[in-house]
């Protein structure tokens, strides 16, 4: 007798965090082709939308986005696209992806805070234990040390792509509330990257300006090589793994353990970078790494008996 341990919820949970864990491998080998994080997301986003507008005309599910909605669509496009392009800069600078991704899930100690100033969520015990967690977590990732507490550039677009998730999670949630009966979830999604890629545009010329590195924001004309690994990148790991979390039924599976499932991603984003790339770092980052997933997972447990 076969026991069906999963649902088919969970199941789509859990191929999403396994399309969503190839990200930054991805933006490994294009860097390693010499294609910059601006040109990478750019050239991501391009495909997804294509991708999309394909799968919504042949759903009939295709509709102009309304005037009142523009302003939302607008800054969510932005949050997108700052939240993509500093993940995928972290890597542009050097820093492993080990490093990199536990450093993104420092996000549930963002949305924490943001929590608390907004009022949305009471100050608890566990979630104070929690992010003072990930804080430490945080800290022994990024390899500092109280005698020299500088950061390098790479460790910081890590930090930041943590708070811009939070930001965009934050923004997603109001997106599905507030338009739920007017757009589908695809459609919420290729409205988000339609505006994200003019916002992309903006800061990349601003960027110009501040660094000379040519993975950061430098345009070049792709190889085939590297349009067929951005084409696997925007259906594999953009498309499929959003598209899956949009058949997620909540009856199903309640957002804590969805959230919980997807912490699977920063572990196989770590085996893969072990895998591929012999990616390792010291016992204390990866005992810094643990640190940050403890607290995300204590957060997310927080977060649901509080509702």
Not at 255 to 269: A, Q, R
Request: glycine share 6%; aromatic share 16%.
């Amino acid at each position: 007798m076969v026991v069906n341990v999963l649902n088919r919820s969970q199941g789509y949970v859990i191929l999403a965090a396994f399309g969503f864990s190839f990200i930054l491998v991805f933006s490994t080998l294009l860097k390693n082709t010499e294609m910059s994080s601006l040109e990478q997301l750019l050239l991501r986003l391009g495909f997804s939308l294509v991708i999309l507008l394909f799968f919504l005309i042949a759903r009939r599910r295709l509709h102009f986005i309304s005037k009142n909605d523009v302003p939302f669509f607008a800054i969510f496009g932005l949050v997108y696209a700052l939240f993509a392009f500093s993940g995928l800069s972290s890597i542009a600078f050097g820093t492993s992806i080990p490093v990199s991704i536990a450093l993104v899930y420092t996000q549930p100690i963002y949305t924490a805070v943001m929590a608390w100033l907004t009022r949305e969520e009471k100050v608890t015990a566990i979630t104070l234990i929690a992010v003072l967690l990930g804080v430490l977590g945080a800290f022994l990732v990024a390899g500092l040390n109280t005698a020299n507490l500088q950061l390098e550039l790479g460790i910081v677009f890590a930090l930041l792509t943590g708070f811009f998730y939070a930001v965009y999670l934050w923004l997603k949630r109001r997106a599905t509330i507030r338009m739920h009966n007017s757009y589908t979830p695809y459609q919420i999604l290729f409205n988000t990257f339609l505006f994200a890629a003019p916002s992309l545009i903006v800061v990349g010329l601003l960027l110009q300006n501040f660094s000379t590195n040519p993975l950061f924001v430098r345009l070049s004309t792709p190889t085939l090589f590297q349009l067929g690994l951005i084409f696997f990148f925007a259906a594999f790991s953009t498309v499929l793994p959003y598209g899956l979390l949009n058949y997620v039924k909540t009856e199903d599976v309640p957002p804590t353990t969805e959230g919980l499932l997807l912490l699977g991603d920063p572990i196989l984003h770590t085996l893969w970078a072990i895998l591929f790339f012999y990616q390792f770092v010291s016992f204390i980052q990866y005992v810094g790494g643990g640190l940050i997933l403890l607290s995300a997972a204590l957060t997310l447990k927080s977060a649901s008996k509080t509702k």
